[in-house]
């Protein structure tokens, strides 16, 4: 069965580091997610693709996050520099097109990234 | 956009029924219900969605309200492995698939 891969899965940093995630969704779809999820919380939305542009980035720290979806398959979330806050589960979600008025437009979840600022 | 609320925690026994309840009184007549769940540590699960109508498939049934403004997941019989964080989701059809998770309900199963 597809799965959305992530890596890594674990990621320890010191604050005002770099670091990147990496996340490969199902083969052809096209839309793509990335949520970070705080202990005790739900995931919130950071970024949503479809295809390479980006529809909505407006819970994303623009000041220190970037995404990109170069050619509109695999995409790299980056934090720099990282803060104490930043520790959190990032996770990557994608879903095929199913347009705005599809019925059915299920998410499919990777394992997720933990990431832990020191 | 409509928001859902659900309780905090619940228990079950094991091989009985739970239903976890959700309130989303400010959904639109669009607007699907989904439901996933989390297992410690794992991505979010597809469990079952539904509009207007009650949904049953192999994991669990989802009855909705007929004003739609609640609805119940149905896991027959629990088990041992059905303790998770449950998310109730309104998803908006016309912003892209959008979802918008609350903080769900921890369902502990137990022997």
């Known amino acids: 069965e597809a799965e959305v891969a992530q890596s890594p899965r674990y990621k320890i940093t010191e604050k005002s580091q770099a670091v990147a995630f990496w996340c490969d969704p199902i083969?052809?779809?096209?839309?793509l997610y990335w949520y970070r999820q705080i202990l005790g919380q739900g995931p919130e939305l950071l970024v949503q693709f479809q295809d390479e542009s980006v529809v909505d980035d407006s819970q994303l720290p623009k000041d220190r996050f970037s995404a990109e979806r170069l050619k509109g398959v695999d995409s790299t979330l980056k934090i720099q520099p990282a803060e104490l806050g930043d520790s959190a589960m990032y996770l990557c979600?994608?879903?095929?097109?199913?347009?705005?008025?599809?019925?059915?437009?299920?998410?499919?979840f990777g394992p997720g990234t933990r990431l832990t600022v020191l | 956009d409509a928001k859902t609320t659900q309780p905090t925690s619940m228990d079950c026994a094991e091989g009985r029924a739970a239903n976890l309840p959700c309130n989303h009184s400010?959904?639109?007549?669009?607007?699907?219900v989904y439901w996933y769940r989390q297992i410690h540590s794992q991505g979010p699960q597809y469990i079952i969605h539904g509009l207007k109508n009650n949904e049953t498939n192999e994991m669990a049934s989802l009855i909705i309200t007929e004003d739609r403004k609640s609805s119940t997941l149905i896991l027959p019989h629990a088990t041992l492995r059905d303790t998770a964080v449950y998310y109730c989701i309104v998803r908006v059809p016309y912003n892209f698939n959008k979802f918008y998770f609350g903080s769900g309900t921890k369902l502990n199963v137990k022997p």
């Open positions: 979600a994608s879903s095929s097109r199913g347009g705005r008025t599809s019925s059915y437009n299920e998410q499919f």
């Open positions: 083969s052809g779809h096209a839309t």
């Open positions: 400010t959904i639109s007549g669009n607007e699907y």
